[in-house]
């Protein structure tokens, strides 16, 4: 294909009749979002995910309040959309951010979720959209948290959950200050448990002090993790609590998302903000396949008791490439 013959199909990529324009900020892409979500949801999910912001890079002006900014994030400026995600990296559900008209599109409230933040009704949003909710478990980090989302996920719907809080968010539950825990060294922790609410708050010295909050998990058993220590000049030993193990094993599937996506990813030079949306959700599909055919060969091949060998990202792409220039002669 020649590149002036690619850009008059460019030119006419449209995904919704403009003259049916509504008060969603997103009416342009939504259709093709909407297609993508539904087939994220029809994949069989696994029993520990976690929830996450991506950021969908776009430097334009063209979008006005929709762009956001995210100084931690790799790519700061663009689209943010919350992800389900699994542990491998295979995204389950999402829902973009759209201010005030962020949930238009998916669930009602109770009048008890109404009183949460924005955050936790991310969290809700995300997790009324499981197949299997009883016992399986969250993850997420400290903008999302709270003590309220933690309980109602467990009383209301059976999901557990886990991740880091603020302190401000602690509410009666008071533990030691960081002071305190800096002079008891390196892994020392404090915690306090609610066994009425079955809820865990544990604090625990690093580099920094991080507290988290579990439905499920506390700090038994205590493992061990391994810092380098400068006086010293060599590796030592710290104590971890199982909380905190939990945690970092579990958290990162939307980060290895993002990752494999920005490895390949597909770039659109337009002016038109929705169609950086579209290439991202491309993208997303493409690497959603990738992991599944990495899963469904393992276990056929689990099954038959044979050994295979993990085709790269990279060469699936290329055979789905090769596999529909195939079908179009």
């Known amino acids: 294909m020649s590149l002036k013959r690619y850009q008059q199909i460019r030119i006419h990529i449209h995904?919704?009749?403009?003259?049916?324009?509504?008060?969603?900020?997103?009416f342009k892409i939504r259709p093709a979002l909407e297609i993508v979500r539904r087939n994220c949801m029809s994949v069989e999910e696994e029993k520990k995910q976690s929830?996450?912001?991506?950021?969908?890079?776009y430097k334009g002006k063209k979008a006005g309040s929709k762009r956001q900014y995210i100084k931690s994030k790799p790519k700061k400026s663009g689209f943010k959309i919350f992800v389900r995600a699994g542990v491998s990296g295979l995204v389950y559900d999402f829902l973009i951010y759209g201010g005030e008209k962020t949930f238009r599109e998916y669930h009602q409230f109770t009048s008890e979720e109404n009183t949460l933040g924005l955050g936790a009704k991310v969290i809700l949003s995300l997790c009324k959209s499981m197949k299997a909710p009883i016992c399986s478990a969250v993850y997420f980090?400290?903008?999302?948290?709270?003590?309220?989302?933690?309980?109602i996920l467990r009383q209301n719907y059976g999901i557990l959950s886990l991740g880091t809080i603020r302190s401000n968010?602690?509410?009666?539950?008071?533990?030691?200050?960081?002071?305190?825990?800096?002079?008891r060294g390196r892994g020392s922790f404090c915690f306090k448990n609610d066994n009425v609410n079955k809820i865990s708050c544990v604090k625990w010295f690093d580099n920094k002090a991080v507290i988290l909050v579990s439905s499920y998990v506390s700090v038994e058993p205590v493992a061990t993790a391994t810092r380098y220590t400068k006086h010293k000049k060599d590796k030592t030993d710290i104590p971890c609590p199982s909380i905190v193990k939990q945690y970092n094993r579990h958290m990162g599937g939307v980060d290895l998302m993002d990752m494999?996506?920005?490895?390949?990813?597909?770039?659109?030079?337009?002016?038109?903000w929705y169609l950086s949306?579209?290439?991202?959700?491309?993208?997303?599909?493409?690497?959603?396949?990738g992991l599944l055919y990495r899963r469904e060969t393992k276990l056929t091949y689990a099954e038959s008791g044979g050994n295979v060998e993990n085709i790269s990202l990279k060469e699936f792409r290329y055979y789905v490439s090769k596999s529909l220039r195939m079908k179009r002669r």
Do not use: W
Request: hydrophobic residues 40%; contains cysteine; charged residues 25%.
């Open 169 to 183: 968010r602690l509410g009666i539950c008071s533990l030691e200050n960081d002071k305190a825990l800096a002079k």
């Open 277 to 289: 949306i579209f290439a991202q959700m491309i993208d997303l599909c493409m690497n959603n396949a």
């Open 141 to 151: 980090d400290n903008f999302f948290t709270s003590l309220e989302l933690v309980h």
């Open 260 to 272: 494999l996506v920005s490895l390949y990813r597909t770039r659109l030079k337009t002016r038109r």
């Open 51 to 57: 929830i996450d912001e991506m950021m969908v890079p």
């Open 15 to 26: 995904f919704v009749n403009n003259a049916n324009q509504n008060d969603d900020p997103y």
